[in-house]
């Protein structure tokens, strides 16, 4: 049960980078002499090519990374090997290998969920005027833009972005130099090391070096609530597609079929995105309770913190990836979205009413209750709102004129809610406009490097 | 089931603070005139007076505590009461509502966690040259100063406080004005009410911001992280006040004793803020499973998340109040820390014999088998190993001179841990310095506030 | 934060009847005599209803129920009031009090359970011969009796129940006489004990008896269990009622209006219940993660077992309540229902045709591949297949008769599922009637109580 | 993403059962001729060795074991391969899997915890009069045999191999014959699979029968207790085999030590299983929020309920084996136990006291405080309440006499604990007697099997 090796092996790159890293500091230090220093810097790059091309040899006795690379490096070089460990600890080690592999993933699913956000702000853009209604308790609510849905999400994805990058100053902090608890007895240049290696500062106290996880719980986070943004995008889409809603058609690639039902499309990519944000969730679940659990400092529960790691960032990155490809592959039926605003027989324009009666000096509560009787009276006649007569609309309230029927367009209704962050088309527009330069900006960057 | 008034009854103060500010918007925009818009403010006060004193009359069938302020305010001041709501929608005026509560219980947590890192802080300096046995799987370890230890706390605490900072970002977004879902439909002006209320921005999507509780899940993920620092903090003080270990005495109106055994001090305290942050985890987990399961936009499944969040507000205020008195109250024990030290043998030392002959030119391989079997050697004679002759120690290893004999000693041992970071007293008291002025320096700027 | 006593009055009955069989056993044991049992006995009584009646006057200073109880009969009959005490543990004393709780909570819950199941049933036999389509991956699937849907409910309910069942011989067990940790050291009676309370069993280990939390454990499992079965019927009814769907209309009073839209029949009642699921999750995992952290005995973390019980039990008597009077309000919208029927085109007959090609002697994937074929040629020319011609039939295969047109039936189809647990009329229609059976045998012997 | 034969392939076995069953009731029904009916059974036991000893070929695109299994079958018989699949859906394949699967996991996890237990109580008989003191709040309570504490395990093991018990009822039923969710359509003799399968009984309703998973996250939860347990016990032997406490001993190979402290034995077998107690509450975790977020019936998501399982089948598996090993190997440290006892002073006799004064007919409030008052005393003087002189005794309280200084005997005092469930060796040995009894009644009928 000790063994770590069948999962930690995935650190090799980070572990041996970091171990690079510190022998020179070691050779700075006058513990390895020049020619030492170099073995251990040639040695650990040709274990990290074995890895890579699957030519290493793990054994579990071994029991984990840390001791599969120190055995292979001392068939290797001798000696100089083991000097590597001088004032070293495993403790401070696995850390710096998590929060540098951390560093990466985080680039990574970063980098996806922008691609994610651009395929959403592209389809708004197309989609700008098509109008929709947008559902409350999943019941037809109001028409808004297909758009302004689009970029609902791209506005949850925002801040999940927002929390990666907050988070990376907490993660990008070295532990290298903590010993086993009380701090580097050798004197090691930590500024040296911190050079070398992708942080940008220092830990400053070995102590809550060695027995904090709350990296991996932040990250852990994150992930949930990108999944949960996702999950719920997913729950949206599969409900919009379905033969009952028909608003959207999913790309063949991404649903399942059988050869006896061709015509049944199955949602599958997105039922498994759904059902990946609950993964998420027992993971964060799982380190939560384990740290919980322990005192400071050092506790081997710790070990178990890897593999929800590990399992997170891959779903993350999976996820991610494939909503990109459903979004850039559904296709809006406009036919079946036009049918279920006129289906709703007017009744998505009752605010629209109610605040044309406002606009005439009703009161509002007395303007509402109108609304509310000329709803009832067609629905119960079986007639839409715009085909009652002006005469019919007069019976419950003196205030209607004939340009009440000029209500009736969804266009009209929908640029009515002109504020910031309203349905209007040339609100959705700018807002188009704004995250499309942000997300340009941040993928440019992103390619630079 | 539907009633929420119960415990929504908690917001009544921002849901008057945002009507008021709404009320004025309304007559800038020309639906309240200037008497009405008085009539409502007024009519908002003396409400807020009324449930403050418990003047005011909570009834069942008002439902929330928007709808109880609404009919009491109608009572009040009639029709201009209705008005009110001209534009507005509850799906927005409970974010509207959660978010102004939430800013001000972040402020007020912040504050108590400031006041438990200077505790701690205050405490490490008293014991900046305290050594007492660090322990990793509950073993000793090393020797290290208190103060370190207690500094290793604060670090832990700056972290949490810094998430609750990065926070605020995302927090303060004011919603109000997006209406049921595609923003408002009688052209609010939104920056007006931005200016009235304790926001920095303004929410860019209507959908967006009746749909998400991130910002409760993100609170609710910041607790539980400032949980499991104390709930780890509780663990090792309950274990270091236990008698096997003795360090730590706590003080008495902390501890529950009984009239039978009033020698025996029950860590109750401490006990349950361990046990309260299962408690906030609960929360959490609460939230984030209710809002998985749900499509966009509003569902009424929302309002189960009132209860999750009031409670986590209230204990991490309770928690971080009751272990501030903890630290402040603790006494150490340094008999009892002194003879802990010394029973170990001197195996607290090996690590600087181990040091000390890599100094000499022994390889850290060798230096590191030669104080294995000298540790083993002298536990099985029952030894100290500061006793053995340097005869004996040479018999190990001929690298071995008189100065060894002066290793043992604690202070010297601490003092080699000399880096950024490291339990060297003088760094130690380095870094108390650094946590100490960034502490009063935001003491100050709150209470300049 | 140590006092308790604003959750723990809750199990006043609890405490004054466990109080109340101690007292008798002390009588017994020789330790109270007649008239200072007697005294004791009258005085709880008292004690009892002046809590009832809200006359009682609880202090914060008190604590704990415990406490409070014991400080006024103590007002009430002096000294005797103490003795009752002799022996006695509050260690022990709360886990009796809780388990009577449940013991209570669990009657309650099970028989709310068994009338939400009478109601599914008795709708299932309405409703026996309403076909819909079965969903899977929410796309429509089969044909089946609406009635075998309402029993799947039944099964899952059934499934819940029965592990309420099977918990009670582990949730029965008496803890009293357990003492603080040791055991009674009184030598009190435990057997008169257990004939006084409503226990099964002696528990067997006292340290084990103070330590564990398991009964609550299971409890808020089972609880979480039937949440999610509740939610997962809200989450169906929500979208049947849906106006895409149409299947079902909710009853007027479990829905929320507002006077703008009264055709919008917002879900409240379901979607709540879904929401109160999420809560339920969170409670257990609230206790589990309180109690793996804690070593034995007793730890006072274990007060925070008491308010995620209370809630859990509250949220499962409310959500089965309101569930059943959901089941009973629903009405099906048959026409509704026959429309997505014939809107499928005759798909959902895919798999009969598959099966009469296989009966015909057609190897079972060719057929599957025909069907496929048929599927796909009716659909591009937006016929329906049962419109398909005989000759059409026979271009794809030759095994086609005539008699292929009397596959096209609804109840032909569903009952050609004939098998144990199939949707074919007479197999609900048993299955009916043994659910019918053992439901009111249940609730006759309930009755009978 | 929808691949999912990385993981379930671990079902091979149980897929190749079922689909020989399902043959022979092919061949009954007359879908199979005699020769096919062979093919397949010959066709499926050969894949079953190859892929038993590592030849099978697994291909992504096969997607997942079913289809592997199906296509590998086709290669080796043609035809009759396909007919097979007559009238059996995927969702019903894969719940028969994992129902196999289980009833095979409980199985050997039952028998792994008869196995601790049984260590358990082995070693309760060898400590019955080891006398420790027990803690509450790991404050040092009273007195008691380290039998009954093992025993107290013992017991919260029992309920968890109760629970496994009874949940079999529930998990052993046949869901084959339920179609995709309609029941099966070509009258399949479901009992003839009941009698080729390790099944009890069969599902009665096919929607139920695939659209549930409460057998699994069941399981989950079993086992989540099964963890807690064991992580108590773990927390427990930590704190007792730390050098402060000292009173236990672990076996050498199950903990580490570092080449240079090799006195410094780090419990790390008890941390991962500690730690590993998480893991498997994030699985529970996982599969509830997984469940709670679907409608019926059967839905891609619970693809995701696969390897949380397996990982909790490992981990009971391992955790339990590993526990066993330490309760076998660990050594009680006699020495360090009685000086325990002896430096608390005489304190954890004061319930003794009390108790001699309560029978001498002083009141028990009295007693209470005299005893405090005595401790006190005592305390600041630094005696041993044993060594105070009986007229110091009589300052405190008259009814002292001469046979006060008889209380002063450990064995004496656990003795007085003499009723069911107490710690009274007579009392304890009782109990290990029925432990053992029941233990090796299990072990047998197991073993006969």
Chains 1, 2, 3, 4 share one sequence.
């Not at 109008?131 to 019941?139: E, F, G, K, Q, S």
């Not at 902090?173 to 290696?197: H, T, W, Y």
């Not at 659990?293 to 890897?306: A, M, V």
Request: with cysteine; net charge negative.
């Amino acid at each position: 049960m000790n063994a770590s090796i069948d999962f930690d092996r995935r650190l090799y790159r980070e572990d041996i980078r970091g171990s690079i890293a510190y022998a020179k500091a070691l050779e700075k230090r006058g513990i390895l002499d020049r020619n030492e220093c170099r073995a251990v810097v040639d040695g650990l790059l040709v274990i990290e090519r074995e890895i890579t091309t699957g030519a290493f040899d793990f054994r579990v006795e071994d029991e984990d990374i840390h001791m599969s690379i120190e055995r292979r490096l001392f068939e290797k070089i001798g000696a100089a090997a083991h000097k590597l460990h001088t004032g070293r600890s495993r403790n401070e080690q696995v850390v710096l290998d998590e929060r540098m592999h951390l560093i990466e993933a985080c680039e990574s699913i970063y980098e996806k969920m922008l691609f994610l956000s651009k395929a959403l702000v592209d389809r708004a853009k197309e989609h700008l005027s098509t109008i929709i209604p947008i559902y409350t308790h999943l019941r037809k609510a109001q028409p808004v833009s297909l758009g302004h849905l689009f970029l609902a999400y791209c506005h949850a994805l925002e801040r999940d972005r927002e929390r990666m990058k907050d988070f990376q100053k907490r993660l990008r902090v070295l532990p290298l130099g903590s010993g086993a608890a009380a701090g580097s007895s050798i004197g090691i240049d930590r500024n040296q090391l911190l050079k070398e290696l992708p942080f940008e500062t220092l830990s400053r106290n070995s102590i809550d070096a060695v027995s904090t996880r709350d990296f991996i719980m932040e990250f852990e986070f994150i992930c949930v609530l990108i999944g949960i943004t996702l999950s719920r995008m997913a729950e949206d889409i599969i409900i919009y597609s379905s033969e009952e809603f028909g608003f959207l058609d999913l790309p063949d690639d991404l649903t399942t079929t059988s050869s006896l039902l061709p015509q049944k499309k199955n949602p599958d990519s997105l039922e498994l995105i759904r059902g990946k944000s609950a993964r998420v969730i027992g993971s964060l679940v799982w380190i939560l309770t384990l740290m919980k659990g322990t005192p400071y400092t050092y506790n081997r529960d710790f070990q178990e913190d890897k593999e929800c790691l590990f399992d997170t960032i891959d779903t993350a990155m999976k996820c991610s990836a494939v909503m990109t490809e459903v979004v850039n592959g559904l296709r809006v039926n406009g036919e079946r979205v036009e049918e279920a605003l006129g289906r709703s027989g007017g009744t998505l324009f009752a605010t629209d009413i109610a605040d044309y009666l406002v606009d005439k000096g009703v009161p509002f509560r007395e303007a509402h209750r109108t609304v509310g009787e000329l709803v009832r009276f067609a629905g119960e006649r079986g007639i839409d709102l715009k085909d009652l007569t002006i005469e019919q609309y007069r019976k419950f309230n003196g205030a209607f004129e004939k340009d009440v029927h000029g209500l009736f367009d969804y266009i009209g209704s929908v640029n009515r809610h002109d504020v910031v962050g309203g349905t209007a088309l040339k609100r959705v527009a700018e807002e188009i406009k704004r995250m499309e330069n942000k997300l340009e900006k941040e993928i440019q960057a992103k390619n630079a490097r």
